[in-house]
């Protein structure tokens, strides 16, 4: 299984290039953003409507196949406290299951306040509350990757100086 908690040794997993693909996983959809081959820019991608895990699971592995993913960062949602509560238990047994899925690396990372902040940005964009409903969960999943493309970009570097 290439399922990573150390964001570093999940950077020493993906080759060099290539996009990268992370998720809010939600109780009723699964938010999907893309990253560029330079892993510099998230973009909000996708939302899924939740059925069953195998629909689920079938309906992400085909939209990452078409886009030659090869590395996925799931939002970890952990309590305000820092604490893993139900909602990261369901995080991670749907990583541990989809690896199965999958054939690159996987890793998570600390999504707190990613909806929020998503919500805030779609306010400020004078978003319809409609449009908000529609796009809140990749937009949420573009907040999630760009944050673990920031940090990707700064082991990077460190290694490089």
Same mark, same amino acid.
């Given at each position: 299984?290439?399922?990573?908690?150390?964001?570093?040794?999940?950077?020493?997993?993906?080759?060099?290039?290539?996009?990268?693909?992370?998720?809010?996983?939600?109780?009723?959809?699964?938010?999907?953003?893309?990253?560029?081959?330079?892993?510099?820019?998230?973009?909000?991608?996708?939302?899924?409507?939740?059925?069953?895990?195998?629909?689920?699971?079938?309906?992400?592995?085909?939209?990452?196949?078409?886009?030659?993913?090869?590395?996925?960062?799931?939002?970890?949602?952990?309590?305000?406290?820092?604490?893993?509560?139900?909602?990261?238990?369901?995080?991670?047994?749907?990583?541990?299951?989809?690896?199965?899925?999958? %054939?690159?690396?996987?890793?998570?990372?600390? +999504?707190?306040?990613?909806? &929020? *902040? #998503?919500?805030?940005? $779609?306010?400020? @964009? %004078?978003?319809?509350?409609?449009?908000?409903? +529609?796009?809140?969960?990749? &937009? *949420? #999943?573009?907040?999630? $990757?760009?944050? @673990?493309?920031?940090?990707?970009?700064?082991?990077?570097?460190?290694?490089?100086?």
């Amino acid at each position: 299984m290439t399922l990573f908690d150390d964001i570093s040794e999940f950077s020493e997993a993906l080759p060099h290039h290539g996009s990268i693909a992370g998720l809010d996983l939600g109780t009723r959809t699964i938010g999907v953003a893309l990253s560029d081959g330079l892993r510099s820019v998230a973009t909000p991608w996708h939302t899924i409507r939740r059925k069953k895990f195998t629909l689920d699971a079938a309906a992400l592995h085909e939209l990452l196949a078409t886009r030659q993913v090869n590395g996925l960062v799931l939002g970890l949602p952990r309590n305000m406290d820092g604490s893993e509560g139900p909602r990261c238990q369901s995080t991670r047994a749907f990583a541990r299951n989809f690896s199965s899925y999958f %054939d690159g690396p996987l890793t998570f990372w600390d +999504e707190r306040l990613s909806t &929020v *902040a #998503a919500e805030r940005a $779609l306010l400020e @964009a %004078d978003t319809s509350r409609k449009r908000r409903s +529609e796009v809140i969960d990749h &937009v *949420a #999943a573009a907040y999630i $990757l760009q944050g @673990a493309l920031d940090r990707l970009r700064n082991l990077k570097d460190r290694t490089h100086d």
